[in-house]
């Protein structure tokens, strides 16, 4: 069976989910909306928690708000929201992140980064930082070519951020 007709199989099975588990996201975590939430229960590999906070995000992408600075060798990023529960969606997001990226274990996500990202892990460094409203995200790297990837990578985020789920759908973007 091909890639394809695997994820499309995959993205079948997801969208059936989704009728079963978006009220019970919603439920968890009023105040904040999650329509149209998917779950990736299908990837084998922990990613249906990691994917219900990746789509609350998407759900609640205007109340983020975020600002990207170049630094030499990286980028030091800052997320934050003024409503706790999106505070802490996106503070679980980035420490489940690079914990993914500590241990290996790939992300299912449309990013041209992410896989350099991961397949690079040993090569750039990760830090952040909890701030009551969010967190500041550095990441640098020695080497020249990794670089432009890790600024690359926040502007995909700053992307999502900016225009949600829709934001998705640009052509130089894959499963990945």
């Known amino acids: 069976m091909n890639r394809q007709l695997r994820l499309g199989i995959i993205l ?8 079963f588990t978006a009220g019970q996201i919603t439920q968890a975590t ?6 149209g939430c998917m779950m990736d229960g299908g990837m084998m590999d922990g990613n249906r928690q990691d ?18 600075k170049e630094i030499p060798g990286g980028v030091r990023t800052v997320t934050e ?13 980035v420490k489940s992140m690079h914990r993914r990226v500590d241990e290996g274990r790939r992300f299912a996500m449309m990013s041209r980064t992410l ?11 990760r830090k952040f930082e909890l701030t009551p409203k969010g967190i500041v995200v550095t990441k640098t790297s020695d080497d020249p070519n990794l670089v432009p990837v ?21 052509g130089r973007r894959r499963w990945w």
């Not at 896989?115 to 040993?122: D, L, Y």
């Open 51 to 68: 994917m219900g906070i990746v789509h609350q995000l998407f759900a609640n992408h205007s109340l983020i708000r975020r600002t990207v």
């Open 115 to 125: 896989p350099i990202m991961f397949r690079n892990a040993n090569r750039y460094e």
């Open 150 to 170: 890790l600024r690359e990578h926040s502007g995909e985020v700053s992307g999502f951020v900016e225009g949600g789920k829709p934001w998705m759908g640009g």
């Open 81 to 93: 929201s003024d409503i706790p529960q999106v505070t802490a969606l996106i503070q679980a997001h």
């Open 12 to 19: 079948f099975l997801l969208t059936l989910s989704l009728a």
């Open 30 to 35: 009023p105040r904040i909306a999650c329509q």
